[in-house]
């Protein structure tokens, strides 16, 4: 998988719309699994999160939003970098960078992650490399919403009272 540059979607306002590349993966596990539905698509691939974050990963916050069509559920990207790369040099100008084993959001935890438990609350990750998915089985997954992104980037929604302070 090649990285993209980041539409507009989202918060007008984050750093990373536009300015770098990537790749999105969701993590979010529900009862430590998967989610049976996908806001991203109806073909999953599970990518070993030990591929993309290891001992050299940087992670920061980017972003925490929700989107008119889908309000009730809120979004919250994280940029995942390689150490001492342009785009880590990016982030760290313009993000919070997270303790890998010390954050809410998305940690490692011994030989496997954990990722933020709330309801109705999607933690995608913005992996700016290149991500070798040859070998790897891909699944069919129920879709929720549009299930894709529509050309600039689905907005936040203006008038949340949960993400927009």
Same mark, same amino acid.
């Given at each position: 998988?090649?990285?993209?540059?980041?539409?507009?979607?989202?918060? %007008?306002?984050? %750093? =990373?719309?536009?300015?770098? $590349?990537?790749?999105?993966?969701?993590?979010? @596990?529900?009862?430590?699994g998967? %989610?049976?539905?996908?806001?991203?698509? +109806? /073909?999953?691939?599970?990518?070993?999160?030990?591929?993309?974050? #290891?001992d +050299?990963?940087? @992670?920061?916050?980017? #972003?925490?939003?929700?989107?008119?069509?889908? +309000?009730?559920?809120?979004?919250? /990207? @994280?940029?995942?970098?390689?150490?001492? /790369?342009? !785009? #880590?040099?990016?982030c760290?100008?313009?993000? =919070?960078?997270?303790?890998?084993?010390?954050?809410v959001?998305?940690?490692? $935890?011994?030989?496997?992650?954990?990722?933020?438990?709330?309801?109705?609350?999607?933690?995608?990750?913005?992996?700016? #490399?290149?991500?070798?998915?040859s070998?790897?089985?891909?699944?069919?997954?129920?879709?929720?919403g549009?299930?894709?992104?529509? !050309?600039?980037? =689905? %907005?936040? /929604? +203006?008038g949340c009272?949960?993400?927009?302070?």
């Amino acid at each position: 998988m090649l990285p993209r540059r980041k539409d507009n979607g989202g918060d %007008p306002r984050c %750093p =990373i719309n536009r300015k770098l $590349k990537g790749v999105f993966f969701g993590v979010t @596990l529900w009862n430590g699994g998967l %989610p049976t539905i996908s806001p991203y698509g +109806s /073909t999953r691939v599970v990518v070993p999160l030990k591929r993309l974050f #290891d001992d +050299s990963a940087r @992670l920061y916050f980017a #972003d925490f939003y929700c989107m008119s069509s889908r +309000s009730d559920n809120h979004y919250i /990207t @994280l940029v995942l970098t390689k150490k001492a /790369t342009k !785009s #880590d040099r990016f982030c760290q100008k313009h993000l =919070i960078r997270l303790k890998k084993r010390k954050n809410v959001f998305l940690r490692k $935890k011994e030989r496997t992650y954990k990722t933020l438990q709330q309801a109705n609350v999607w933690v995608e990750v913005f992996y700016t #490399d290149e991500v070798d998915i040859s070998g790897l089985k891909r699944y069919r997954t129920e879709v929720i919403g549009r299930g894709r992104s529509i !050309s600039g980037g =689905i %907005p936040k /929604t +203006s008038g949340c009272e949960i993400c927009n302070v």
